[in-house]
């Protein structure tokens, strides 16, 4: 029976990414506590900050308002159909609950221009300034894509 000649590594531990990960987590609570301390600070400084009488929620904007504009002069608005008269009125009253409320006018390609021109301009009349024209960007394989602006 053959002798071993040739001794067996014996298995190590590398510590030195331990070593790495405890000095990381020592800078990272150092820098934690130096900012903790800083806002201390900040309360102890004489200086009385203006009040404000009732702060309300923060809410996202609503979403784009959509005027489609069908190819004999119809003119829809929230899914009714509406008079221009009509529509001055309710864009009037959207840009009172939002101020910087947006809309997107969809007109039919075989529309007649001044139909939406004239929405448009009904759009300006309630002082809305966020006006957008729904379009299709043709590709050159004959299909086409939808776009707003």
Known sequence: MP???AHDEQPSLNLTPMIDIVFLL???FMVGTRFS?????EK??????PEVS????LTAPPKQKVIHVFQDGRIHFEE?????????AKLQAAKQTYRKQGVV????AS????AVVSVINACRQADIIDIAVSVRIAQQSGSTQSNVR
């Open 111 to 114: 529309s007649e221009h001044q």
């Open 54 to 57: 009732a702060g309300t929620a």
């Open 26 to 28: 020592i800078i990272f």
């Open 105 to 108: 006018i969809r007109g039919d």
């Open 3 to 5: 002798l071993k000649t």
């Open 80 to 88: 009714q159909e509406v008079k221009l008269t009509e529509l001055v």
């Open 37 to 41: 301390e800083l806002q201390d600070l």
């Open 44 to 49: 102890q400084l004489p200086i009385n900050v």
